[in-house]
């Protein structure tokens, strides 16, 4: 079992950073692939980024490459969610997950957290 939980989240004007943090507790939190999610009003969830259990390999999504960088402190039980650049279409509630593979499936993910509010106003 894998409890998350997300911070770090909340109003930025566009253009802005946040940082999302996502603080795991539980067993062997090293083993697994962890990755960010979102889902803005009235749409479907989506998937932002993803790494892997060690952090050597990272995943994202067009719309946040080259803005958002996912990172990992495994010593610390952390996964984070640098966001720059960012733009109203980015506002959201984010979700970290944790699950084998950093890929975009969501449906390989096995453990959620409750999401944490990140607006970002034009």
């Known amino acids: 079992q894998v409890q998350l939980v997300e911070s770090g989240g909340g109003l930025v004007q566009a253009g802005g950073s946040l940082r999302l943090s996502c603080a795991a507790s539980?067993?062997?939190?090293?083993?697994?692939?962890m990755g960010w999610f979102r889902q803005a009003p009235g749409k479907e969830r989506e998937f932002v980024a993803a790494i892997s259990w060690g952090g050597s390999i990272t995943n994202y999504a067009n719309s946040v490459k080259g803005r958002f960088t996912i990172s990992r402190d495994n010593a610390k039980n952390m996964v984070y969610l640098q966001m720059n650049t960012l733009k109203p279409e980015d506002t959201a509630v984010y979700y970290c997950a944790a699950g084998k593979l950093p890929r975009e499936y969501e449906y390989e993910y096995h453990y959620w957290g409750q999401g944490t509010q990140v607006t970002v106003s034009s």
């Open positions: 539980g067993r062997s939190f090293s083993n697994y692939g």
